[in-house]
C-alpha cells in the first residue's frame, strides 16, 4: 500500500493542555479521516431533524457509531427515557428547534444514503449530489489552513441530564 502525501499550510490543534503541531507535509491524510466520504447538504424538516438524533442516541450507554457529532446544534438528553424519546430540548443555530422548519444540514454521503438507519436523510431532499459534493478529506485540510489553530474542548453541545 502506497503512501499519499499533500502539501498544506502548517495549522495547531490544541486540546486542553495538550499541543499538536502539524507538519506542512502530512503521510496518509486518510489515517486521520480513513473513510472517502462526501460532504451532502440536504433540506429537512425540523421533526426529522430531531428524529435523526434521537436515532444517534438510540444505542446509548453502549458506544456506537452512530453517535451524532454535530455542530450548530445543542441537544439536551435524558438516558432514563426510552430510546427515541430522550431528546429533552434541541436547539439549532442557537434557537428552538421548529418541528415544521426546513433546515439546510451537511451531512456525510453515508448518512445522506440512511447509513447507521438515518433514514431520515435519505428521505430529506438533496441540494447537493453524491457526486458532486466535496470530499471531506479536503474540507477539514482546508479549513485547518484556513483556520490555522484549532482549539478544542467541551462545549456543552450534547448534554446528558
Not at 490544541?14 to 451532502?40: C, D, H, T, Y
Not at 433540506?43 to 428524529?51: C, D, K, P, T, V
Not at 453515508?110 to 471531506?136: E, K
Request: without cysteine; charged residues 25%.
Amino acid at each position: 500500500m502506497g503512501v499519499t502525501r499533500v502539501a498544506m499550510e502548517p495549522f495547531t490543534i490544541e486540546r486542553g493542555w495538550e499541543r499538536v503541531s502539524a507538519q506542512a507535509r502530512i503521510a496518509a491524510p486518510l489515517m486521520l479521516i480513513p473513510f472517502n466520504n462526501r460532504v451532502v447538504v440536504v433540506e429537512i424538516a425540523g421533526a426529522a431533524l430531531r428524529r435523526a438524533m434521537e436515532n444517534g442516541l438510540s444505542l446509548l450507554p453502549q458506544p456506537s457509531g452512530r453517535f451524532p457529532q454535530v455542530s450548530g446544534i445543542a441537544l439536551q438528553l435524558d438516558l432514563a427515557r426510552k430510546a427515541g424519546e430522550r431528546v429533552t430540548a434541541m436547539q439549532v443555530g442557537g434557537a428552538p428547534l421548529v418541528d415544521d422548519k426546513i433546515y439546510r444540514v451537511a451531512v456525510l454521503d453515508f448518512l445522506a444514503r440512511g447509513g447507521d438507519d438515518y433514514t431520515m436523510f435519505r428521505d430529506a431532499t438533496r441540494v447537493t449530489p453524491d457526486n458532486d459534493a466535496p470530499m471531506l478529506v479536503n474540507e477539514v485540510v482546508g479549513y485547518l489552513r484556513r483556520l490555522g489553530t484549532a482549539r478544542t474542548g467541551v462545549e456543552g453541545r450534547i448534554v446528558v441530564k
